[in-house]
């Protein structure tokens, strides 16, 4: 089967511009007294607009797509909401599968959202597709953090228990998600590690994942700090939005004083700019030191998590992650979360593919099959899944 293409009359260097075009925009527009991000918090504190909720307006507005050589079905596994994408072709033996987390913040995500990625998937490699779906209140008041996260390992959980009952191998079944869905990806196959009760995930995909909330000034931040979709600013209030804190700690995280020295030193032999490759330091400046805060730092104490920050678990778990597949974006905030994880993989003896994609960007993996809106970051990124999930 030949790679995707859809999108493929663009070429790389125009999704260049593109990207490097609405980068200047944006900071010629941070220039000023009132950033963009301003105004928007400006209005949320008047009641008036909420971007999160905006942003899943438009998400969950996007049109289903459907085919006749795919069974869709909506289930729940233990409670949790689950969408299947089975091909409708008997297979002679076992298939694999896959389960995917989609991104979203913690905050939006619908039950269309990646749905194109997904039929492609299917198309292309033919497992049994699982896809987490948070339809029960994702990101409100009802369903808040760590409830997204334990909602996937449950999923996962139930799908490892029965997946015979649905012509699915359970010795091979592939984990996937897309940046806060590489994070529910990480955390899940690091909790499964001890779980001698159950098959082993046998492979794991993370597509640019958010994987670390101690330290907002690594290279890809400063570099990234404006860039379209996912800017350094918004990261860290998306963040507070989802743990339903208050906004205003943004400054005091950006700068770090969430963390006390004695965090500092215990983790800075896994997150420090030192362990990013000097290729990817160019025009880094190391942060003056921030003042701790020990107010922020109590309000934010889920952050220290390794459900939030999957980089920070130890050895011993690391050891015994399964195969990895990580993908890298150069205009991306969240870049060195990846090449951190990679690394602590490697030194873990984990077998890790590494791409990474020099004019890739945040949230391409959602524009794939949308037309003139798909880029070729974005049939890239499919078909590197698909083909390192192909060898398993």
């Not at 593919?353 to 004019?359: A, D, P, S, V």
């Amino acid at each position: 089967m030949s790679d995707v293409t859809c999108g493929k009359s663009r070429s790389q260097k125009l999704e260049g511009i593109y990207i490097t075009h609405f980068m200047e925009q944006v900071l010629q527009h941070s220039s000023r007294n009132n950033s963009p991000s301003d105004h928007e918090e400006n209005l949320e504190s008047l009641g008036i607009f909420e971007e999160h909720i905006l942003i899943r307006l438009v998400v969950d507005g996007l049109p289903a797509f459907r085919d006749s050589e795919l069974f869709i079905k909506d289930l729940h596994f233990d409670e949790v909401p689950v969408r299947i994408y089975l091909p409708r072709v008997p297979s002679a033996s076992k298939r694999r599968g896959v389960i995917f987390f989609h991104g979203g913040c913690g905050m939006f995500g619908s039950i269309t959202f990646n749905v194109v990625f997904f039929y492609f998937l299917n198309s292309l490699i033919c497992p049994y597709l699982v896809s987490q779906l948070f339809f029960r209140g994702y990101g409100t008041f009802m369903h808040k953090y760590p409830a997204q996260s334990l909602d996937c390992l449950t999923a996962t959980v139930h799908f490892l228990k029965t997946a015979e009952n649905y012509g699915v191998d359970p010795d091979r079944i592939i984990a996937c998600g897309d940046s806060v869905g590489g994070t529910y990806t990480a955390s899940v196959c690091q909790e499964l590690v001890n779980r001698g009760d159950l098959p082993k995930i046998r492979a794991q995909v993370l597509i640019y994942p958010f994987l670390q909330s101690l330290n907002f000034n690594l290279p890809s931040h400063q570099k990234n700090a404006f860039t379209a979709f996912l800017s350094q600013e918004r990261t860290v209030r998306f963040i507070l939005k989802y743990l339903n804190r208050d906004c205003s700690m943004k400054g005091a995280i950006l700068a770090g004083s969430h963390v006390p020295e004695s965090i500092n030193l215990k983790y800075k032999k896994w997150i420090n700019p030192d362990l990013i490759p000097e290729i990817f330091k160019l025009d880094y400046k190391p942060p003056l030191p921030a003042s701790f805060s020990p107010q922020v730092h109590e309000a934010t104490k889920e952050l220290f998590q390794t459900r939030f920050s999957p980089l920070i678990a130890e050895d011993a778990v690391f050891c015994h992650l399964p195969d990895t597949c990580i993908i890298t974006c150069e205009h991306d905030v969240l870049r060195d979360d990846g090449l951190l994880y990679k690394k602590r993989l490697e030194d873990n003896n984990v077998k890790v593919t590494w791409h990474h994609m020099e004019e890739g960007f945040h949230c391409a993996l959602g524009f794939f099959g949308y037309g003139i809106f798909s880029f070729p970051s974005s049939s890239k990124m499919v078909n590197l899944t698909v083909n390192f999930i192909k060898a398993y």
